[in-house]
């Protein structure tokens, strides 16, 4: 499954989404495997392409005694461990030109920022290592503007690239999802929904990130129903512990019933 990781994902023999998922961090060997273990389960039974998340640092934080990791080599070296372990791919996201190198030694799929999408020296970097680039799109852009992103990508001969729509600002502390982009960012290249992100409420006056998890289900169904390739949650056995993110992520207990409903949800739409 990991070489030629896009084509494989776009046509699984179940002709189901493909999922992004785990949690906002990579907090510890134990916590990584618990949740790994549990979504592969979960995704083997429902027949969804399944890749790990884990950010191996977190480099963007509102406040400076913000939890930001274990240790870049740690946290690679767990997600590493993880795709070996059960035989998946793995997804992190970078932020510095240097991340590029190191993190392609370990995962399957780097990803871009979404305040770092418009970085030239980071997207070129990414492709450069030959993994699947996932370009996260700014909250500041249009779905159109997408395009220069993916095409920094291919000029570079890597063609493993993919989209993830993760929500337009919104005033200053919310974010709103505008399904139109989907169909638009798919002329482009493979696109994902990011269904968790996409209900941060950012920017709160405490400089901890609020959050709507409660609303996670209604937008993941809606993007099934736009017709997304994949989908991006972040999930958790304990959010309200969890180090980073954990005001909008999915309490791991509640994924089965929802990706049970996202698969209806897809079944419906391919009889179309």
Known sequence: MKLDLIPKLNHSTSKNFFLLAGPCAIE????????????????????????????????????????????????????????????????TDIHEVSDAELAAEYVDVLQIPAFLVR???????????GKVVNLKKGQFMSPESMQHAVKKVTDCGNEQVMITDRGAMFGYQ?????????????????????????????????????????????????????????????THDDPSNAKSDGANMLNLRYLEKLLKELVAIRKTINTF
């Open 28 to 91: 510890g060997e134990d916590m990584a495997f618990r949740i790994a273990e549990r979504i592969v389960r979960i995704t083997d039974d429902l027949e969804i392409p399944f890749i790990f998340k884990g950010s191996f640092k977190k480099a963007n934080r509102s406040r400076i005694d913000s939890f930001t990791g274990i240790g870049d080599e740690k946290a690679l070296k767990i997600l590493n461990k993880v795709s070996k372990e059960f035989d998946i791919p793995t997804v």
């Open 119 to 129: 970085q030239t020296d980071l997207v070129v970097a990414a492709a450069y290592t």
């Open 174 to 234: 919310d974010m709103i999802v505008d399904f139109r982009g989907i169909p638009t960012m798919q002329h482009y290249a493979p696109t994902v929904l990011d269904v968790t992100h996409s209900l941060q409420q950012p920017n709160q006056s405490s400089g901890v990130t609020g959050g709507r998890p409660e609303m996670i289900g209604t937008i993941a169904r809606a993007g099934i129903a736009a017709g997304v390739d994949g989908i991006f949650i972040e």
